[in-house]
């Protein structure tokens, strides 16, 4: 059964954002957008996560807390990439330390766009990624047999 | 109006454990979906389905298993086996002081499932379960204690059928009970060691190294746990199953509303507070009792 489409924990990293999109995921955490209520929580713990979300450019410092949340996440996960930094690297792309967008490092699913991206738009990135959670599972279970 | 009891009575010992096996997480998992769509009204948001509890378990079952070690889940099965089995003996309506110290044994697997692994957020997390613990446990003593003065028996199945309502002869142990219960059912002002709440300064507290089915397992139980803390606040009650019912439901939420209410407690406040309510509530209210009779 789909259960992940009904329960995605969401864990937020800040690789090297302005906290423009930070804000942005926080508040579609708010009584106006509410992502609970189609089972959503912001965990803090890589743990607990099905979803990593990433805002900001990756640099040299960042990428390896961001490898290393990515490693502790357990099987099937997704990544949603959330707003252009996270994309591309943005107006900082040329930075001496910036390595780019998060797909640069990692396998990202999900793009989402804006500047910063819009509590909405974060919301139809999240619902999107849990039909890729749905589709890893059952690639997953097809693999183990 | 007691033909709950006749049911109830009808059924042997081991059918009555059966009934408690399966019926209590459904019960355990629907309240946790009352307790999250009333807590998001309470801040004004729509609110997950009251199915959300289950939709997370199933969820965490089919996800990876990662094991820090090897003793980290069997502490976890342990905490599960042992909460089961002190809810068992409790509604099975035998000995009420084996429930409870069930129960702790149930506890102290639970703090040792959070020693167990190496992150500092679980070892913080378990020690301050072990101040929780030892600010609640002497109320939960003192309960069957007071309990045992009034009807003279340790049995539940004594108490539950006693004719004169105990609530009366025990307001204070009853007052008592409701402050550590926020503990137990893990809310805010008490929530220090783990907190069902997103963002913790201390991560997940003991459960930051579960994840997948051992996490599930750990839901599980406190749903297992919460539905044998309210068996006892029936108990104060138990003169008439309607009211006890009503009152027992009423007990959980009025838990949520405290827990929407509180920013979460220092551990010096939650001990001291909580041994001073225990002495002047249910030590009081034991010595009372004694002088009474």
Known sequence: MAWFKRSPWILHYNATSCNGCDTEVIVSLTPLYDLERFGIINTGNPKHADILAVTGSVNEKSVQVLKNLYDQMPNPKVIVAVGLCAISGCVFQDCYNVMGGVDKVLPVDVYVPGCAARPEAIIDGVIMACEILEKKYREQKKRRG | ?293
């Not at chain 2, 019912?245 to 507070?273: C, G, H, P």
């Open chain 2, 1 to 293: 109006m007691n033909s709950i009891y006749e049911v109830y009575q009808a059924l042997s010992m081991i059918e009555r454990v059966l009934v408690f096996l399966v019926l209590a997480p459904f019960a355990g998992g629907l309240l946790a979906g009352v307790d999250r769509k009333l807590s998001a009204r309470l801040q004004g948001r729509y609110g997950p389905p009251v199915r959300q509890p289950f939709f997370d378990v199933l969820k965490l079952f089919q996800k990876e298993r990662i094991l820090v070690n090897k003793f980290q889940n069997f502490n976890i099965v342990l905490f599960f086996l042992f909460t089961v089995f002190s809810g068992a003996i409790f509604f099975a309506g035998a000995d009420i002081l084996l429930a409870v110290f069930g129960l702790a044994l149930a506890g102290t697997f639970f703090i040792l499932a959070g020693f167990s692994v190496g992150s500092p957020y679980s070892h913080l997390g378990a020690e301050r379960e072990v101040i929780q613990m030892v600010s609640y446990e002497p109320m939960v003593i003192l309960m069957a204690v007071g309990m045992y003065q009034v009807t003279g028996s340790f049995k539940v199945a004594d108490l539950v059928q006693h004719q004169a309502p105990l609530i009366l002869y025990l307001p204070g142990i009853f007052a008592g009970f409701l402050y550590i219960l926020t503990i137990k059912f893990r809310k805010s002002p008490f929530d220090l060691s783990m907190s069902h709440h997103a963002h913790q300064e201390i991560v997940r507290g003991i459960t930051t190294e579960f994840s997948g089915p051992a996490l599930a397992l750990i839901e599980i139980t406190h749903w297992y746990e919460n539905v044998l803390l309210l068996g006892m606040v029936y108990l104060f009650f138990g003169f008439n199953p309607w009211i006890a019912l009503a009152v027992s439901l009423a007990t959980y939420l009025f838990e949520i509303f405290i827990d929407m209410n509180y920013a979460r407690f220092k551990w010096q406040l939650t001990f001291a507070s909580t041994w001073l309510f225990t002495a002047v509530a249910g030590i009081s209210n034991i010595v009372v009792l004694s002088i009474m009779k």
